[in-house]
């Protein structure tokens, strides 16, 4: 079945109140509801300007912030449950960081369905800023979600860069990749694309990227944000000779909007011309021998 697919290049604000964010995230989904989309993927750390809620001293502290954002998970969770609903569509919300029992902190996806369910996938491979940080750990389960379009998997930025995550998702199922993504250069944002490409070549399959754009001088977590939304896909007959279905302009506030068919993987990984998902095992039996002189 085909399928909308709508990424968000998503500005930062400094919204002062709940109700601000309300009237921001439901304009941008009603903006991609009218143009019939049924999958909405925002940005990595999205949630972060929701940290411009409380006074100075919170918001200018990473690890206060972090603390004050959890008495709001609950409303966040509700909120997007009911944009899924009400606009018919799954939406990965981008990321929230969710405090766990050991007192430390997951980046978290939520993906909302358009029945109410909701579910979700941490971030696996930490950055060097969330390490040395040290408030926010890695996940522990890597999953893959049932939809009416088919299996989705959710691979969070950085995670996006290491090929062996995406393979066991697209190997339980998964036709589609949906990537938030949050880079404060732009290398950081060309790894995430790049990785992002090449999952989408070696598996033979969609991968859709979000990013967060623009400036926000009062957060330590989101300050600069440089990226650009991007639906990209196996490159082979019947698709784009580049891999890329559509891409945003660099910087700008905007949806990315493509249409898809989960269903063209299956058959370009019979009928293509190179078997990049059935050939993945060939790696397996190559033996690397290497001469050494002393």
């Known amino acids: 079945m085909n399928v909308k697919i709508a990424a968000a290049q998503y500005d930062i ?15 941008w989904v009603i903006e991609a509801a009218k143009r019939n989309v049924g999958i909405l993927l925002f940005p990595e750390y999205a949630s972060m300007e929701l940290a ?13 912030q972090l603390a004050a954002m959890q008495s709001l998970l609950d409303d966040y969770i509700d909120w997007f449950r009911t944009l899924a609903q009400k606009y018919n569509c799954y939406i990965q919300a981008g990321t929230f960081p969710v405090k766990i029992d050991s007192g430390h902190y997951r980046n978290r996806a939520y993906l909302f369905m358009p029945d109410g369910q909701v579910d979700y996938q941490d971030k696996l491979m930490m950055t060097r800023f969330e390490n040395e940080q040290g408030l926010i750990q890695s996940g522990k389960e890597l999953k893959c979600f049932d939809t009416e379009y088919g299996k989705i998997a959710i691979n969070i930025c950085y995670d996006s860069e290491f090929p062996l995550l995406a393979r066991k998702q697209v190997e339980a199922g998964a036709n589609l990749i949906l990537v938030p993504s949050c880079t404060d250069t732009l290398a950081g944002y060309h790894r995430v694309k790049i990785g992002c490409q090449a999952r989408a070549l070696e598996n033979q399959c969609y ?20 990226g650009a939304a991007a639906i990209y896909t196996p490159v ?22 493509a249409e898809v068919s989960p269903g063209d993987c299956e058959t370009i990984r019979e009928q293509g011309q190179v078997f990049n998902y059935r050939d993945w095992v060939l790696q397996t039996a190559c033996q690397l021998k290497i001469d050494s002189k002393e």
Request: hydrophobic share 45%.
């Open 13 to 27: 604000s400094f919204l002062k109140l709940w109700q601000n964010y309300e009237r921001k995230t439901e304009s």
């Open 52 to 64: 411009s809620l409380f006074s100075q001293d919170i918001y200018s502290s990473l690890s206060q």
């Open 207 to 226: 991968v859709a990227q979000s990013s967060i754009v623009g400036i926000a001088p009062w957060s330590e977590a989101v300050d600069i944000n440089i």
């Open 236 to 257: 082979d007959r019947g698709f784009p000779d580049n891999g890329i279905l559509a891409i945003g302009e660099l910087n700008a506030a905007q949806w990315v909007i």
